[in-house]
């Protein structure tokens, strides 16, 4: 039975007026929908009806809208002091507590107001679109609308279509999305739908290998933010986030998806939250708030050099880069085949640890380096094995930072750090195409809209090239036997086809 309705709505409700019901309304009534503000705590739905009054004002004042545009969008919320007024609403988007009970019996009641045709919407993050609408009369006109903080600003609402919800329910949402200006990604009842089920890429892989003592946390995020060009470091944003709202949520996802390595949440999470480290909010989290200014990242760069560079050839066309970027360096290259006895190593891995190209070309391992040539602009990242001496990192360090470019020095890890992150981001965004949650350009859009990633997690595949993406994930599990490594089916054959990570079957 068709429920939804197919002409535009000119009247939605909101109910629940907190931090998001206010922006939903706010970029609503901006569109030419009245607006009806509904809300149990007694007075709340008039205080969000000024917020977002004075929010427009402000706006104006600023030049960002017309004032008359303010005025008009401001005099099309009207307050309603209980459900049993809301019969007019043709679309109702319910963002009360997140409550699996309270949504389902809200919803429950609104049926008995609203006409047959009227869309209901819940803006949950965490539960399951189905089990709400399994509580309705007519589930197939409940639908996910996901919308993500601050609503004006963040331009993506997720369109969650449970496996009771009607395509055109669905397709009204989408319509209407349009209408305010947002992308609406449309999306299966899994998980974290798409934005949070992506996003669990970066940060878990960044604990982990604070956890590994690869680096601290602080080189973790330079590494990410110049090398692969993230805005933000995994641990600002975690400070940024608070560690309250994101382990709950890094648990919650694991959990979902049934203990799924890839989302596995690490300890250093859990005993952080416990301690009350949350971040920004609490004055403390991986770093201290307010910011102390900015420090000099390491002392000095080494004025050390090494008397003559060996560069593996092993993966040839790194291993010509490499040769190449210590000639323009000024360095002395070593041509042996084999390292002379005083000559410094570099090894170039793609997935590898420095201490697995070092036991692979039999390098005598006081004297190796390896060196990251697939995230080599913006930073260097330089990294020693076990036995790596004070010499040979120390000249590596002063011969790689001589043009400037800054170098972080890491120890030994599958992948270094911006491979490892990068190729786990791009492993679970294939992950969601795999499993149709959603179509692969809408993963890349929702993931670029909703986390503001440089580009989406399919895209960052295709420009690494879904071979090499492979291959560092290949030699990864490798060395961790860890299936939270193991490539997805979708970026294998991709891989092996040459074909690109956005190509969605016929
Ligand atoms: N805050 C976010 O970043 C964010 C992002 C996306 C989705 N969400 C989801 O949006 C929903 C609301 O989140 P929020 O951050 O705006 O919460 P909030 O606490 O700021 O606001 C919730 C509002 O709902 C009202 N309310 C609670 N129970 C009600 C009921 N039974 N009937 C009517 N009103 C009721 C409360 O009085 C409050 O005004 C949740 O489902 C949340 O998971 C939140």
């Not at 909703?450 to 071979?467: C, H, I």
Request: with cysteine; hydrophobic share 45%.
């Amino acid at each position: 039975m068709m429920t939804a309705a197919s002409i535009p709505p000119d009247t939605a409700a909101v109910v629940g007026t907190g931090a998001m019901g206010r922006g939903i309304a706010q970029v609503l009534a901006q569109a030419g929908l009245r607006v009806l503000l509904c809300d149990a705590a007694p007075g709340a739905a008039g205080k969000a009806r000024e917020a977002i009054a004075a929010t427009l004002e402000r706006l104006a004042a600023k030049g960002r809208i017309g004032p008359d545009a303010a005025r008009e969008a401001a005099a099309r919320l009207a307050v309603v002091e209980a459900i049993g007024e809301l019969g007019p609403a043709q679309v109702v988007i319910e963002a009360i507590v997140e409550n699996l009970e309270a949504k389902r019996g809200l919803l429950r009641a609104i049926e008995d107001i609203v006409a047959p045709t009227c869309i209901l919407a819940t803006n949950t993050s965490s539960l399951s679109v189905a089990a709400i609408a399994a509580a309705c009369r007519l589930p197939g006109r409940v639908a996910g609308f996901h919308f993500f903080n601050p609503v004006p600003l963040m331009k993506v609402v997720e369109v969650v279509e449970g496996p009771l919800t009607e395509p055109a329910a669905a397709l009204a949402l989408v319509e209407l999305a349009k209408r305010f200006g947002h992308a609406p990604v449309r999306c299966g009842d899994s998980p974290g739908f798409v934005v949070n089920h992506a996003g669990r890429g970066l940060v878990t892989e960044a604990l982990r290998i604070l956890s590994e003592g690869v680096a601290p946390f602080e080189e973790i995020d330079r590494i990410l933010r110049d090398a692969a060009g993230f805005r933000m470091g995994p641990f600002e944003l975690l400070d940024l986030t608070g560690l309250d709202v994101s382990q709950p949520v890094m648990e919650s996802i694991y959990h979902q998806f049934y203990e799924e390595p890839r989302f596995r949440p690490s300890p250093l999470g859990a005993q952080r939250l416990a301690a009350g480290l949350l971040g920004r909010k609490s004055g403390r989290g991986f770093y201290t708030y307010p910011a102390r200014p900015a420090q000099a990242e390491t002392a000095r760069t080494p004025a050390e050099r090494p008397a003559r560079v060996w560069v593996s050839r092993a993966l040839p066309e790194f291993g010509a880069q490499a040769a190449q970027l210590v000639r323009s360096l000024g360095g002395r290259l070593d041509e042996g085949a084999r390292p002379a006895p005083d000559s410094l190593c570099v090894v170039t891995p793609l997935g590898a640890d420095a201490t697995g190209c070092c036991a692979a070309e039999g390098l005598d391992a006081t004297r190796v380096v390896a060196l990251d040539m697939l995230f080599a602009s913006g930073r260097r990242t330089l990294m020693t094995t076990p036995l790596t001496g004070a010499a040979a990192r120390v000249a590596a360090h002063g011969l790689f930072a001589s043009d400037g470019v800054p170098v972080s020095v890491i120890r030994d890890s599958a992948g270094f750090v911006a491979q490892r992150v990068v190729a786990h981001i791009v492993n679970v965004g294939c992950d969601i195409a795999q499993q149709a949650i959603a179509a692969p350009g809408d993963i890349d859009r929702a993931v670029t809209l909703g986390l503001g990633y440089p580009s989406g997690p399919l895209a960052m595949g295709d420009a690494l090239g879904p071979a090499r993406v492979a291959a560092i994930l290949d030699a990864m599990h490798g060395i961790h036997r860890d299936p939270r490594y193991r490539p997805s089916p979708w970026l294998r054959r991709r891989a092996l086809l040459g074909a690109s990570l956005l190509t969605a079957e016929e």
